[in-house]
């Protein structure tokens, strides 16, 4: 068994002056805080990747940064589904007996230790270098195309898609570390300015400083427990021109293992962290976990089932798209979130019951996925 | 008109040409070049060079680029486009294209190089290529 006995997150948004390594360390501290122990305790670290600075070694740099001498470090590269997958391996640590206490973190200064071009342009290199990138695609645009042959194939909307911003920015508003607090509408994501159409402005998530952390033990360490229930994953390409049919999508791989590996169905969930780098990774991957049928997500948003009072309560901190996206440390601000859920700490968004949670999450161009089921424990 | 080369030069290293590769031993397809069969692993996939017709698959239209150089042709349509020959490729293409549209394919200079750019097939002239 393995339990997530703590986390740490920072704002998302500006943070000038902080380096990578900064931000790191910031949510490095509060998670092993809140985990109620002591850095010495620490033998195992995780972490992910900067495009700001790029090393071969960073959880060596981090783990000398930060004042650790650790028995196992190493880090992870899987994009956006690097914070979901670090945990899976800290699990899988943490049960073989490798190590007791796990260090997982990610942290960025995506947004002011570059420009933002080079942000895009970085990230526009997961594309094929001699058959993709020379036609001068944006990650946007790797999106664009799905989303182009997803709303073809399902009868979704731009305003379908529009939805889904707007839900995240609400949940936003309702925490205060998030990087947008102003309310929008559809109209308004309407009529933000076009990056990759049939993808705007507003259908993507912003670039943004921030870091994020956890630990996954062994043992718990306080009286309520968080308790890794199963996971897994699924990678079925890397290119947008290689990957299969829409139907044969990485994360209904990725969950129909997770599921057999914990022994729980979607009916089960009470509580779902779900990645959203644009709104139709949201759309898709909700449909694709089984959260809606296809092509209903954007009615499931309508009708108010995924609020913070909804039948199923999703990424009550506003998610990539309004807390932020700082990289790695992205996706995990939606397994700090739902860890204060499952805890019962999160004040004004607490919802009402979040026994038992579903996470996952998306690298590349929908390559990569990582399924996560957690269960509250007492 | 396919195969009569060793290693054609295809659009990625400047010629007017797309080319994808054929398995003897299994029959797969293959777009990006490699020296085996990504299905079965055999060796030496046949080279050969596509007609340059298909349908489009996915279309999405560029209007913020990243570079000055992709800048200047902002917008700039991003297509998928599955070929007559049955594998797929990521090309550029006219704005109006719809997916399901019968394209057929030329070659444009973008960004300091030449790449592949779709348009609708003109339904007179039967059988081109």
């Given amino acids: ?378 | 008109m396919s195969g009569d080369a060793r290693r054609p030069a295809d659009w990625t290293a400047g010629a007017e040409a797309i080319v994808y590769q054929s398995c003897a031993a299994c029959g797969g397809l293959q777009y990006f070049r490699r020296s085996f069969c990504a299905v079965c692993g055999a060796a030496d996939p046949v080279e050969k060079r596509a007609s340059g017709a298909g349908t489009v698959y996915a279309t999405s239209l560029v209007c913020r680029a990243a570079t000055p150089e992709t800048r200047a042709h902002v917008p700039y349509n991003i297509v998928l486009v599955d070929t007559a020959e049955g594998f797929r490729m990521m090309a550029h293409g006219d704005h109006d294209l719809a997916i399901g549209d019968h394209v057929t394919v030329r070659f444009v200079p973008f960004a300091g190089r030449l790449v592949p750019y779709f348009a609708k097939t003109k339904s007179s002239g039967a059988s081109g290529t």
């Fill in chain 1, 1 to 378: 068994m393995s339990f997530i006995t703590g986390v740490g997150l920072t704002a998302f948004g500006r943070h000038e002056g902080s380096s990578s390594l900064d931000l790191m360390s910031k949510a490095a501290e509060l998670a092993i805080a809140d985990a109620g122990l002591k850095r010495a305790e620490i033998d195992g670290i995780l972490c992910g990747y900067s495009t700001v600075a790029p090393h071969i070694m960073l959880a060596t740099v981090f783990a000398e940064h930060f004042g650790i001498r650790p028995a196992y470090a190493h880090a992870v590269q899987v994009g956006g589904a690097t914070g979901l997958a670090m945990t899976m391996l800290a699990h899988h640590l943490v049960e073989a007996g490798v190590a007791k206490h796990v260090l997982v973190v990610g942290g960025e200064n995506r947004l002011t230790g570059q420009s933002r071009d080079a942000s895009i342009l970085a990230l526009a290199q997961v594309g094929h270098p001699d058959y993709e990138v020379p036609l001068g695609p944006t990650i946007p645009a790797y999106y664009g195309l799905v989303a182009s042959r997803y709303m073809h194939e399902y009868g979704v909307t731009q305003e379908d898609l529009a939805e889904f911003a707007v839900l995240m920015r609400r949940h936003a508003l309702t925490h205060p570390g998030a990087q947008f607090h102003e309310a929008i509408t559809v109209a308004d994501v309407m009529a933000s300015k076009p990056v990759a159409l049939p993808l705007k402005l507003l259908d993507c998530c912003p670039v943004s400083d921030g870091g994020a952390a956890l630990v996954v033990s062994r043992e718990v360490t306080s009286e309520i427990g968080v308790r890794v229930r199963g996971c897994a994953q699924a990678h079925t390409h890397q290119h947008v021109t290689a990957a299969p049919a829409l139907s044969e999508l990485g994360a209904e791989i990725a969950i129909a293992r997770a599921k057999a590996n914990a022994g729980v169905a979607i009916s089960d969930v009470r509580y779902a962290a779900v990645y959203d780098s644009f709104t139709i990774t949201l759309a898709m991957l909700l449909e694709d976990l089984g959260l809606a049928g296809r092509g209903e997500a954007a009615a499931r948003v309508r009708g108010g089932h995924f609020n913070r009072d909804g039948a199923m309560p999703l990424n009550t901190h506003g998610g990539l798209l309004s807390y932020g996206h700082c990289g790695v440390g992205g996706a995990m601000a939606h397994l700090v979130e739902t860890h204060l859920q499952m805890t019962g700490r999160a004040g004004n968004r607490q919802v009402r019951d979040a026994s038992i949670a579903l996470l996952h999450g998306d690298g590349g161009v929908l390559s990569s996925h990582v399924s996560m089921f957690l269960e509250r424990v007492r």
